[in-house]
């Protein structure tokens, strides 16, 4: 059973950060902000299915920013929550194609903090189109850059986990394999666009 006491935002952050605590944060978040966030979802178009896909996205969000270290508290957590959402729920709506209603949402909410959020799905979208063209590579070098900058293993593991003679031979390998995959950034206009506002922006 989680506390029933109300707790500070610097506690809740707390109990994120331990394993034994984090699914009762999650549950006292559930409880004191689900209502809020589904009926931002709820009057913007949206469904009771739809707002609970975004809360549970919002929730995966939350916590990986918690644990990555880059929420500054430069709002509560309430707001924080609230802007995942809305950016999530804005980000649906663009994909629906769905631009009036998109701009309403956004116009009513811009004054909540999202510098961190948005670094966030920054880096959520140059992550998926870099692994979806990492999957069109060969199985060795799909392995050997997921090793690099997802697993972020040393070498000396990977030349165990690879079965290769040396540290040397990994990375001749790696720097084909990066090779490649510059190649195909380069014939991919969007992988490009991505990879630019990324850098401008500093994400």
Known sequence: MYRERSISDEELINDILDEQRLNGAIRHILESYHGLLEHMVVSNSGTPSDAEDVIQDTLVAFVEIIRKGTYRRE????????????????TELRKRGSAVKRELLYEKSK????????????????????????????????????????????????????????????R????????????????????????????????
């Not at 997921?146 to 030349?159: C, T």
């Not at 510059?182 to 401008?200: F, G, T, V």
């Open 75 to 90: 709002a509560g957590i309430k707001s924080f929550l609230y802007t995942i959402a809305r950016n999530l729920w804005i």
């Open 111 to 170: 004054d909540v903090t999202d510098e961190e959020l948005m670094g966030y799905l920054s880096y959520k979208d140059i992550q998926k189109t870099v692994t979806d063209l990492l999957n069109t590579l060969e199985d060795k070098c799909k392995q050997i850059l997921r090793m690099v900058y997802f697993d972020n293993l040393p070498m000396r593991e990977m030349v165990a986990k690879l079965g290769y003679q040396n540290e040397q031979v990994v």
């Open 172 to 203: 001749n390998k790696k720097h084909k394999c990066m090779k490649e995959l510059e190649r195909k950034i380069n014939d991919s206009p969007a992988a490009k666009r991505e990879l630019k506002n990324l850098l401008l922006h500093g994400n």
